[in-house]
Structure formats: C-alpha cells, structure tokens
C-alpha cells in the first residue's frame, strides 16, 4: 500500500519533480470559443503569444469524470489519496474532488481519501504537495503527510506584483478608473493571497521599487521564522526571474527555483508579472 498525492495544474510543479515522486496532475482548462485546451498541453510562451492576439480566454476546472477516473485508478491499485488543490475561491476544483472523494469513499472503504483547500495556487500549492510527497515516498505515515501538508499553507507567502493592472481589471479585481489611475502613475501594487483571496499587501511607485519591498519582507518572515524554499514565479519574463534571482541570493542561503506560470493562472494577471513564493519553518504572521 502506498500514498498518492494529487494536485492540480495550476500548482506548476515541474514536469521532472512531478515524476519523480509520483505526483498525480488534474487539468484546468482554458477556452477560446468552442476550443477547450487542458492548460498542461500549451507551451506557456505559445499561450501568451496567442493571448496577446486573440484577448483573454476563459478557464475552467477539471470535469467531474476525469477527476473520478483519476482517482479511480489510484484507488483500483490499493493505494490511498491525498488530494491538495487551488483555492475554492478561486476555483471550484476542490469543491468537485471533495464530492467525488465522497463517493468513492462507500465504494473503497478500506481506502483512505484526504481532500486539501490550499487556500491558494502557484508554488504556494506547489510547495504544500512537495512536502507531502516527499514524506511519503520516505514512508511517513498518511496522518503525519496529511498534518504536514496542512501546515504548511500556514508557513508560507506568496508576493507577486503585475506589469500593469489592465488584466486585474479585465477580470474584476480592480476597477476601470483604478487600473487606468494606477497605469497613469505607475503605481504597483504588490498582492499577496491571504486565507484563499488576493489582496493588496503594499503599493509602490515602480516595479523595482516592488521588488525590493517583497525581499524586505522576506527578510522580516527569515527574521521570525527561517526560510525553508524559495520559488520565483513570472509570467513569460524570465529575464527579470534571473535578475530577480541573482538579488535572492545575495539575502538568502536556500534552494531557489524558477517556475513560468501557466495559462489559468496567467490570464488574471497577465505577462511581465514577477512573483516569490516561500514557505519556513514555523507560522508566519499575515
């Protein structure tokens, strides 16, 4: 018997990190018209390209028969579950898992099924499900990756700030004249996702400026509670990620990895966006 962790695209794991500790990925989606594509099979500067053409597409969850079938065959194995997925505020993909874990509960009773809200996405998901399926490939048991797991949403951060606000707008998370305002005057707002939701952490006049906020911040969490991993996200700017990069390590002496955000994600906040996920060792205030 062993322990499948599963997740969704939206955490952007790396496809090797993936495989090599048996991560199991459910699909979102992305729509143009009557053209539905799992975000997993576009290359993310291919998306953007086309975003850039043909507007913002639509993004919707995983359909109820592929998660069943997934966790059908996990389950047909006589392994058990451990289901860790976007925030339900922002997508209804746990809500669907939940219901389908549910159901298959009757029908394998002496299996065990944990559905996780990560209560956000990117690596702030992505960090969660890795140290859950490091300990189990380690052995650990179910309770103790399930706790692990859990705990983590509450060691980490997730900083992120958007080339321009246009697409915050365009997806209803800032107003018309707020974003043309912001624009005007080169303000950036430095967002961060607290309890499943996007909110404004700080404002800042450049994006530079932005950058050095976030690592101040980052300093003041290392200061309270050591600083176990970092993750630089951005949205089809890896230049910046490098540069980015090249300033974390100065500040901090942990692993860094880079990771593109795809599509889903993606088309809120749009290209040129750079963000910082981290998680430590104990509770961080918000």
Known sequence: MAITIITDSTSYIDKDVQKQYGIEILSLFFTYG????????????TFYQRMEKEGIP???????GETEALMRSILDKGNDIIGVFISSDFSGTFNSASLVANTLKEEYPDRKITII?????????????????????????????????EANTKHSRFLFIPDNLDYLEKGGRIGKAGALFGNMLKITPIL????????????????KRAILAMVDKMNQDNAVSKIKEIAIHHINCMDEALEFEKILKKNFDVDILISSIGPVIGLHVGPGAVGVVYYTDAEIPL
């Open 192 to 207: 961060t996702v607290e309890d499943g939701s996007v909110e404004v952490y700080k404002k800042v006049r450049t994006k």
């Open 117 to 149: 809200d990560s209560r956000s996405n990117s690596m702030q998901l992505g960090f969660s499900v890795l140290v859950g399926a490091r300990l189990a490939k380690k052995g650990e048991s179910y309770s103790k990756i399930v706790e692990a797991i």
């Open 34 to 45: 009557n053209e539905s594509i799992k975000e997993v099979d576009v290359d993310n500067k």
């Open 58 to 64: 639509i993004s919707s969850q995983p359909s109820i």
